[in-house]
């Protein structure tokens, strides 16, 4: 057996601890690992994996389905990347399955009052998440987050940040009544592993990799039966799955493909890794 642990060049370096916890596991299996690269599958120097199973760290759609169509189990598989890289969809996805979630639009017009969110649809991390205070800002914002996918082009091979990519996509949703507040779920194998609020007192992100605090959460019969419902439908290799407070409840907010796992590595004693690769062994 085979692992393909598939990353973006300019990510593998201050990945290299976390990749080495994918090889310290598949060592522990028998499991032979080989770390690829997405722009040397893309320029033809590396070939698409033709044994094993992939994990795909790059949240590239195209290259998941480009994988599942050669036969290669992949992990996430298509679905779980289209939602995680995609809020909006995600969402849906999520409302139509029952589940709370806040008022959101593509248009901050066919929201009725201030302060509002604004973020893209495809950003990760709290980045390309904006507090709008009133529908000026909203233009000031969209500039500012060009002129970053700019300054990331110009500092690696990632073609698809350019400056006058007109593919940022934006959503606007309600803002929670508990801000600086939220709950990452960690999702292995469509079990809960783990959650873990996040809290910030500077910040109405309360991101961990923004200088957000983070203590494990214990969930309530009422939030895990929630949490259990986001995976209905999907298969889930590893995930996160995000929800803010409002009203007293939790509320969905996103699904994180792929997902960092320093809070659990830094306040809890979970290998998740480890519980990946052997969820993933018994998988196949």
Not at 163 to 179: F, H, K, L, S, V
Not at 221 to 235: D, F, N, Q, Y
Request: glycine share 8%.
């Amino acid at each position: 057996m085979l692992c393909n642990l598939i990353y973006n060049r300019p990510e593998a370096e201050p990945n290299k601890n976390y990749i080495g916890f994918y090889r310290r596991a598949c060592t522990r299996r028998g499991v032979d690992f080989l770390v690829l690269y997405k722009e040397d599958i893309d320029s033809g120097i590396t070939p698409l994996p033709q044994q094993g199973f992939a994990i795909n760290r790059t949240r590239d759609l195209s290259l998941t389905k480009a994988l599942e169509a050669k036969g290669i189990p992949v992990f996430n598989n298509s679905t779980v990347t289209l939602l995680g890289n995609d809020k909006l969809a995600a969402l849906h996805y999520m409302e139509e399955a029952g589940l709370p979630v806040l008022r959101t639009a593509e248009h901050p017009e066919d929201l009725d009052c201030y302060p509002i969110i604004m973020k893209s649809r495809d950003g990760h991390g709290g980045t390309e998440v904006f507090l709008l205070h009133s529908p000026e800002e909203a233009a000031v914002c969209q500039q500012q987050a060009l002129r970053a996918r700019a300054r990331l082009a110009s500092s690696t091979t990632d073609a698809s940040a350019t400056a006058d990519n007109p593919g940022i996509r934006w959503i606007y949703q309600e803002m929670a009544d508990t801000p600086g507040k939220d709950l990452r779920v960690y999702i292995t194998g469509n079990r809960i592993t783990a959650a873990m609020l996040r809290t910030s007192i500077t910040d109405f992100r309360s991101n961990f990799c923004l200088g957000g605090k983070a203590s494990v959460y214990t969930l309530s019969p009422e939030e895990e039966a929630i949490v259990k419902k986001t995976m209905s439908g999907l298969s889930i290799g590893h995930c996160g799955m995000d929800f803010l407070f409002h009203n007293g409840h939790l509320v969905f907010n996103e699904l994180e493909d792929v997902v960092g796992s320093r809070m659990l590595y830094t306040y809890t004693d979970i290998d998740v890794v480890d519980d990946y690769i052997r969820y993933i062994l018994s998988a196949l």
